[in-house]
DNA sequence: CCAAAAGTATCAAAGAATGATACATTGATT
DNA sequence: AATCAATGTATCATTCTTTGATACTTTTGG
């Protein structure tokens, strides 16, 4: 369900950051879901579980899950929107965006694979709604 | 026409390095054109030289640029299709586009706004071709 | 009430990014 | 041809970040 790169230049706990978020957005997770405790991800994964309590802390500091010793983590919410932070959220994306099809233009893929690529993403998020 | 964040947790060569696939990918720097020296902008960002030339180097060794102590720095290409390299991009694209998403749902964005901002970026790089 | 299980805190170690400085090569100017 | 300025490159130090090892605290279940 969590698959991450341990030879990727990005940090795990950010991919791991970045992978709840993906199965938060494709569903999957649901309010009330417990996340696996910190030792046995780690184990699981082969990391120290220091690094993954920093995702569940970053996501918990993001309003997503609520953490507490002996309790567990929990999701608590599929949405944060903290006033302005969808302004920021917007740029955000816009450079992710922007850099993902520059990448993709480079490489050399062809218009019609990228927005096959784009298309296939949108209804993995938004197909069941 | 760079510009960069200095206190972003992505490292300034990185950044540096996707704005000048931003740039290639735009149609904003042909083959043939030549890049600032990188004292200069380094100067102008207010960063290292050697943060700049790692840059350099790294769009060099993806086939991109062509460098030379006294010559300088020139791109010589628009696109990396190096065999396979296609298909590694292909899942990187779709990563990207994914994590992207995500951010975007999580934000809170409307779908209509998330297309909006989608469509731009396409405009941005296919409009005039 | 106790023990097991969970997240948290602290500190060390390893690694990456950035900076300071010196070196080597090219090209232009004379 | 000689020289000099401009350019990328190499080397080493420094700072910051990430990751790891270990101990601590809190909760829950029996």
Chains 1, 2 share one sequence.
Not at 21 to 46: N, S, T, W
Not at 121 to 126: H, I, L, S
């Amino acid at each position: 369900m969590i698959t991450i790169s341990l030879d990727s230049t990005i940090p795990i706990h950010d991919q791991l950051v970045g992978e709840f978020r993906r199965l938060i957005a494709e569903g999957r997770l649901k309010v009330g879901d417990e996340l696996p405790p910190v030792r046995q991800l780690a184990a699981d994964l082969g990391v120290n579980l220091n690094t993954v309590a920093r995702a569940y802390r970053e996501l918990t500091e993001a309003g997503l899950m609520s953490s507490g010793r002996g309790r567990g983590t929990v999701l608590i919410s599929t949405v944060e929107r903290k006033g302005q932070a969808q302004l920021e959220a917007r740029k955000r994306v816009e450079t992710s965006i922007a850099n993902a099809l520059a990448d993709a233009k480079i490489a050399g893929l062809s218009l019609a694979m990228i927005e096959a690529i784009v298309e296939k993403q949108f209804e993995k998020y938004w197909k069941s709604m």
